[in-house]
């Protein structure tokens, strides 16, 4: 549905990066550029094939 935004699925961790979710959520309604790149959290990685890849450079 264009327009809608939901920030969920957390697992109990949403304490902890509750204020960085919130930030990515923020930027997104508001068309700002993101503090993350959001594409590894789309709901179709569910589905559509994509690969998990661990990047533990950070």
Do not use: Q
């Amino acid at each position: 549905m264009p327009g809608l935004f939901i920030g969920t699925g957390f697992s109990g961790h949403g304490f902890g990066i509750g204020p960085a979710a919130g930030k990515l959520m923020a930027d997104l309604v508001a068309n700002d550029t993101p503090l993350v790149d959001p594409y590894m959290f789309r709901l179709s990685r569910f589905s559509d094939g994509t690969k998990i890849v661990i990047d533990a450079s950070f």
